[in-house]
């Protein structure tokens, strides 16, 4: 059965504290790892997919990177509206996306 | 491009009672699904519609809840009777393409079950 593990489950950082969220997996077969943002009373947006072990994606203050066994989204320079929670998935050969169970991440200003 | 719609965006009821959520997905997005979200967890899977077809349910309670897709795009979830454990997030999400992997889902932001 495919397994997602997030940590911390919550980070609170001062504005321009940079740090790394980890999500770690097993799984038989991984077709695709993301990672998505829920902000309060809103579903899941979609910010990165990654492929295979080695592959790094930017999006603005965010950097997603993977390896055989885990992945880490690293935020630099954090600003208060990157407060959210951040879930990570796993997809192998069945197709279904298995989540886990997100970091809260707060940011102060 | 409008989102995925839900509707209600609440719901509170008693157990044992019956409720029903709709969504209306992306224009032309060929895959929905349905998933639960329990407080302080992950969305959890319940039904995968590819068109008008089941592609995945085998996570979905079926003693209790029921899905049904319209002519390939609406789609209702049902539950029926309620228990206190279905209280959560239910939350519709649409892809593009049918049969397709690493596809990104687009997410509805769903409907908030209270079951008293």
């Known amino acids: 059965e495919d397994q997602v593990t997030q940590s911390p489950e919550a980070l609170r950082l001062q504005e321009g504290e940079s740090s790394s969220l980890n999500c770690s997996y097993t799984v038989s077969g991984l077709r695709g790892l993301f990672w998505y943002r829920q902000d309060p009373g809103k579903g899941p947006e979609f910010l990165f997919t990654l492929y295979s072990a080695g592959e790094e994606k930017e999006k603005e203050r965010l950097k997603a990177t993977l390896t055989k066994k885990e992945s880490f989204l690293h935020i630099t320079a954090p600003k208060p509206e990157d407060s959210a929670t951040y879930l990570c998935?796993?997809?192998?050969?069945?197709?279904?996306?298995?989540f886990g169970e997100g970091t809260q991440l707060t940011v102060n200003p | 491009e409008a989102g995925v719609a839900q509707s209600p965006r609440y719901k509170i009821i008693e157990k044992r009672q019956s409720v029903a959520f709709w969504c209306n997905p992306i224009s032309g997005h060929a895959t929905l699904y349905w998933y639960q979200q329990i407080l302080g967890q992950g969305p959890k899977l319940l039904i995968q519609f590819q068109n008008n077809g089941v592609v995945d349910d085998s996570q979905l309670p079926k003693d209790r809840f029921s899905a049904e897709r319209l002519k390939g795009v609406d789609s209702t979830l049902k539950i029926q009777p309620a228990k206190l454990e279905d209280s959560a997030v239910y939350l519709c999400?649409?892809?593009?393409?049918?049969?397709?992997?690493?596809?990104?889902?687009?997410f509805g932001s769903g409907t908030q079950l209270s079951v008293l």
């Open positions: 999400a649409s892809s593009q393409r049918a049969g397709r992997l690493n596809e990104k889902l687009f």
């Open positions: 998935a796993v997809q192998a050969s069945g197709s279904r996306l298995t």
